[in-house]
């Protein structure tokens, strides 16, 4: 990912409502969620939400797939896997040790509920 892209992604996510439907489609993935169901969770409505939609699909952080007469919005997680190695890539100057706490955080959500335990 280049800075421009990284700005791109950045600019999109800083905005209250653009967050909050980001990190609401990321819960329901793979599934993902019809336009109108994220209006209605996040208690915003469809025009307004609309606009933000396309905000974040411009950005690549989402994408939206016609089923019926709904689009479902899923999130871009490869978009989102290259923005942190974007801001990560440098991390603490190379050394391992330093960076293990940020990685420990960033990966009890992939590892199997047992494991976890």
Do not use: W
């Amino acid at each position: 990912m280049e800075s421009i892209d990284a700005m791109l992604v950045l600019a999109a996510l800083a905005q209250s409502t653009r967050l909050e439907a980001f990190r609401l489609l990321v819960r329901h993935e793979p599934e993902g969620v019809a336009a109108g169901e994220l209006a209605r969770l996040l208690d915003v409505p469809q025009n307004t939400l609309s606009a933000h939609l396309a905000t974040l699909s411009r950005a690549g952080l989402i994408e939206g797939v016609r089923s019926s007469r709904s689009i479902i919005y899923r999130p871009n997680l490869e978009r989102l896997r290259d923005l942190t190695l974007f801001l990560l890539k440098d991390c603490c100057g190379g050394n391992a040790a330093l960076c293990a706490p940020l990685i420990a955080e960033l990966t009890p959500c992939c590892t199997p509920r047992e494991a976890r335990r």
